[in-house]
Nanobody, 124 residues
Framework: QVQLVESGGGLVQAGGSLSLSCAASGRTFSSYAMGWFRQAPGKEREGVSCISIDGVKLTYKDFVKVRFTISRDNAKNTVYLQMNDLKPEDTAFYYC?????????????????WGQGTQVTVSS
């Protein structure tokens, strides 16, 4: 089983940047694809991005394409989400999670474990 801990959230002005990290414990991190989700108050959790086991295939929801970049370092058991040009509508709790592959990366039920999340707040 993989334990996940997110970090890097905070308060930033619109147009600013944040870099989220998700550190995983366990020797099997490199066996899983990794996804980022977010959940805004009063809204459902939604998929943001997913990265394949080898880090080659990257998948994004349209609303974050170009602005966000997902990456991973299997040697450090960490997945990252670089967020640029942030907008107030990006305000949410951001979660990382692991799954077998990114083929249906927005489906919450495909994920086997989740972190506790980190808050991202973008002021206008």
């Amino acid at each position: 089983q993989v334990q996940l801990v997110e970090s890097g959230g905070g308060l930033v002005q619109a147009g600013g940047s944040l870099s989220l990290s998700c550190a995983a414990s366990g020797r099997t991190f490199s066996s899983y694809a990794m996804g980022w989700f977010r959940q805004a108050p009063g809204k459902e959790r939604e998929g943001v991005s997913c990265i394949s086991i080898d880090g080659v295939k990257l998948t994004y929801k349209d609303f974050v394409k170009v602005r966000f970049t997902i990456s991973r370092d299997n040697a450090k058991n960490t997945v990252y989400l670089q967020m640029n040009d942030l907008k107030p509508e990006d305000t949410a709790f951001y979660y990382c999670a692991y799954t077998y592959n990114c083929s249906d990366f927005i489906a919450i039920t495909e994920y086997k474990g989740w972190g506790q999340g980190t808050q991202v707040t973008v002021s206008s």
